[in-house]
């Protein structure tokens, strides 16, 4: 028994450090004069951050993922708490095999739909925009979002909308009023979750943009990182960290609200 768990300490371990060895790396070379693509001892300096911001492409590269993000993940969370109501408070045939039909799309790979997708914002005159992308964006994360807000709103009781109508209010004034402010948990995990997922997104920015002043971080660091004889590795792990730093941040804020939407549906079910 105690050379098997000893055993199970030693595979955690080993499994910790294969994870954790990147991120150190990342790391170190951010603060080093000397970054390589090996991890090392740092020889600490903030030039390779200096020269993020300084050089001529990456804040713009920083300042596109960010519009891109923060456009999508709020076109999604309109669209989402509406069509998260409706899918909770109207009746309709069919309603559960359309819900269904909506997380279906999750399920089939990016890679797979992203010719057709290119092609349609190629007949829409959207591919090459900041328009088209987002658009896209916002939409892949909508059936998750649609799934997360829905189950946010059968939590809230019907009847405190049925009391607001009685004193008066119409149906959007029940919403504003009563559905909005309590649905603020699933909300803010909905816009965590959505966010991330644009933020992250490597495949769709790349297709349907070929203009390099739309380009967002993602492709930026894989660009800098493909080529590899000009490869500055204390400004490719600056651009890393940096990269990190907005999700994480986001995180912090709306951790609270992942955490009060996972035990309200814990609950509910």
């Known amino acids: 028994m105690a050379v098997r768990q000893a055993?199970?300490?030693?595979?955690?371990?080993?499994?910790?450090?294969f994870c954790l060895v990147p991120f150190a790396w990342m790391v170190l070379s951010a603060v080093d004069a000397q970054a390589g693509p090996t991890v090392q001892s740092p020889e600490f300096t903030l030039d390779n951050f200096v020269r993020f911001f300084t050089k001529?492409?990456?804040?713009?590269?920083l300042a596109n993922s960010l519009l891109i993000s923060v456009s999508a993940t709020a076109l999604n969370l309109a669209c989402g708490i509406f069509g998260?109501?409706?899918?909770?408070?109207?009746r309709f045939r069919g309603r559960k095999t359309f819900m269904f039909s909506i997380l279906l799309i999750r399920v089939i790979p990016p890679p797979a739909t992203i010719v057709a997708l290119y092609l349609m914002m190629v007949k829409m005159s959207?591919?090459?925009?900041?328009?088209?992308?987002?658009?896209?964006?916002a939409a892949a994360a909508l059936p998750v979002t649609l799934w997360l807000l829905k189950g946010a709103i059968d939590a809230i009781p019907?009847?405190?909308?049925?009391?607001?109508?009685?004193?008066?209010?119409?149906?959007?004034?029940?919403?504003?009023k009563i559905v909005f402010p309590l649905v603020g948990p699933g909300l803010g995990a909905a816009a965590l979750i959505a966010f991330m997922a644009v933020w992250g997104d490597f495949l769709t920015p790349l297709v349907l943009l070929q203009s390099p002043d739309l380009y967002p971080l993602?492709?930026?660091l894989f660009r800098a990182f493909t080529a590899f004889n000009q490869v500055d590795w204390g400004v490719l792990a600056a651009s890393a960290v940096i990269y990190?730093?907005?999700?994480?941040?986001?995180?912090?804020?709306l951790r609270r609200y992942l955490f009060r939407a996972s035990i309200g549906s814990a609950v509910k079910g």
């Not at 959207?126 to 964006?137: A, F, H, K, P, T």
């Not at 049925?162 to 919403?175: K, L, P």
């Open 7 to 17: 055993m199970q300490y030693v595979l955690i371990v080993l499994l910790a450090l």
């Open 218 to 220: 993602s492709i930026g």
């Open 126 to 137: 959207l591919d090459n925009s900041y328009l088209g992308l987002i658009l896209v964006e």
């Open 56 to 61: 001529a492409d990456t804040p713009r590269l």
């Open 158 to 176: 019907f009847e405190l909308e049925e009391a607001a109508w009685m004193d008066g209010s119409t149906r959007f004034g029940a919403i504003r």
């Open 84 to 90: 998260a109501y409706a899918l909770s408070r109207i």
């Open 244 to 253: 990190m730093t907005p999700p994480a941040i986001l995180y912090g804020f």
